[in-house]
């Protein structure tokens, strides 16, 4: 089975997923309902979105689903195959196939049809690079964009779509360009764009405004995943919650204006207990967790630092970090997700990936009764994972060996230093590391 019809059927078989659109933008743009993942590398495509509903006008869904992929795809590029229908969950349509963007590379593009109502119906284009690793981080979504997509679509504007392909790594909008439409996001940057603009140069944050660094870490049941809190609490009585950016880069005010009320409240020691008021709670709340431990300037750490993450919704996730007493580090990442019917009615579909520092595969596999096959693709480019790294304080910075330079927040939970925090990920030492 050729990727790009694989991507697609690997897509409409995943099982549904709660919350799905946490992690997502979502815009209304040139008459379109869009959502791309907030943590889509630089680069890399992956969006959903889907135009205002149309009437059926007498139609049945496949007659209206084939002319409506075909007049779409005109206004993409020719398709490299013939288009191929199939019948999905929920009496729903989907087909998939692949083009050549103007750029001269080659896109999967897939669509997903239902009804809204007994006259009208709408229809999700999905446009990827030919990248398996963007299906196992984003493909879960779709169940959950296509409910949202009949709750908005109603709302959308009925100019007239604009369907051009859009630009690789091509992000939102900023708000002043921005058509107001169903959004939360209409008015303000969210995601990599938001946390581009409360980022300082470089050493101009707020570290030396600091009273302390507060980090809490819980289980998210449904990803099957530990996840951190973090509480930059400072000398005037302010708190800011869930912090991601090291505070030696943070702009504080930058924050408050954009962020407000959902991240900024006070905070307070009462009997040996540190509490944080929020806003929109309004009581005064202690901090569990512990008082987090900065590195020092110059540390060095010799250990193997693990992430792993699993559930029937998500699939199993597991990565690494190496930081080694000579300044080096390498990281590692693993996924495996699957989907699919009993094995006699439906393939089943089962993608894996493994990038570490001799490169990068990935396979896809389709076992069913009546098909099977796979894929499986292998690049040399190990050099994204390995490099050096500098800690000082609550920042780490990484200098990978293909030449990308970032610094991020890090933290020790507590003195054992058995877990640290970089970014948004917890991390544990490997036992068997």
Known sequence: MRIHAAIIILIATLPSLGHALDGWD?????????????????????LYRAVPPESLSGRNLHQWFSAKIAAMQDQLGEPLESWKIKAEKNDHLGAANSYIAPSGEKFSVGYYAGYLNDDQAYIIQMISNQDIWLVLRYGFA???????????????????????????????QKSA????????????????????QIRTAPGDGVKDELETVWVKTKINVMRGKLEPTTYFLFADGTAYIDARTPPADFNAATSKRLEGRGKWGQWRKRGGKYQVKRPKVGRWEDIKGNRAVPGKRGERIDNKFI???????????KSSVRLMSNGRFELSHSSLMGGGGIID???????????????????????????????????RDGANNTGTYEIDGYTIEMHHDNGLVHRELFLFEDERK???VIGDTV???????
């Open 26 to 46: 979502r815009d209304l743009r040139d008459g379109l309902l869009v959502y791309r993942p907030e943590s889509l590398d630089d680069g890399k495509t992956f």
């Open 142 to 172: 779709l169940d959950k964009v296509a409910a949202d997509v009949r709750e908005n679509l109603p709302n959308l504007s009925q100019s007239p779509p604009a369907l051009t392909h859009p630009a690789t790594g091509d992000r939102p």
């Open 177 to 196: 360009d921005r058509e107001k439409g169903p959004t939360k996001t209409a008015n303000k940057p969210a995601g990599r764009d938001l946390l581009a």
């Open 307 to 317: 992430n792993a993450s699993g559930s029937a919704n998500f699939g199993s996730h």
């Open 345 to 379: 009615i439906a393939p089943k579909v089962l993608a894996s990936g493994q990038s570490d520092k001799t490169g990068t595969r990935t396979t896809l596999t389709t076992m069913g009764s009546k098909i099977g096959g796979g894929s499986s693709t292998s690049n």
């Open 418 to 420: 058995n877990r640290i």
């Open 427 to 433: 991390y544990w030492v490997d036992m068997d590391g």
